[in-house]
């Protein structure tokens, strides 16, 4: 080969070189930049995914001793949409669920284990299983004066549906109180 020929050769293969190493540092930040805020967003919705998790299981852990209040309930409901890639979590939730719906049939003790089961299964997923034991879960304070009081709004509510569903029956209500006294006599 003629060394004009290799020379030209060359020349051309270091020109396309030049180009694209023009090309690849013009287009490097771009790229760059693109990659950072791929990875910032994936962190960003990770970091949400996260705090959402660690909002029920603190809701759970709030209501775990009590009766059930509105924002357990809520914190229950939105477990199959927050821990959509945990299957044990979402196991746990169903036989808790299914323990809710049979209640009247199921010992308390047994709907309790399972409550107990869930909260492990969500601490396992956020990785807390290291830092909080059983007897973590099983220790609550639910004062006698607390309880009293929910027991005797819990009784006055079921009053009070029973008088509303008389009401609407066309029965006679209940009265709560006695008449009042003429004040003529």
Avoid: C, T
Avoid at 75 to 101: C, M, Q, R, T
Wanted: proline letters at 5%; glycine letters at 2%.
């Amino acid at each position: 080969m003629a060394p004009e020929i290799v020379s030209a050769i060359a020349a051309v293969a270091s020109s396309i070189a030049a180009i694209v190493a023009l090309i690849v540092v013009w287009r490097s930040p771009i790229a760059a930049a693109k990659y950072a805020e791929n990875l910032r967003l994936r962190s960003e919705k990770q970091n949400e995914v996260r705090r959402q998790k660690l909002l029920i299981f603190s809701e759970l852990m709030k209501a775990r001793g009590i009766q059930i209040n509105r924002e357990s309930v809520a914190a229950f409901n939105l477990i199959d949409v927050i821990f959509i890639d945990s299957p044990h979590v979402k196991d746990a939730w169903a036989e808790l669920y299914s323990g809710y719906n049979r209640l009247n049939n199921m010992h308390p003790s047994l709907v309790e284990d399972r409550l107990l089961k869930l909260l492990q299964a969500v601490a396992d997923d956020l990785g807390l299983s290291e830092k909080i034991r059983s007897a973590d879960f099983e220790r609550y304070y639910y004062p006698k004066a607390l309880h009293e009081e929910d027991r005797a709004r819990s009784l006055q509510q079921r009053s009070l549906i029973g008088q509303m569903e008389q009401f609407h029956s066309g029965a006679e209500p209940k009265q709560l109180f006695p008449p009042r006294p003429d004040r003529d006599s």
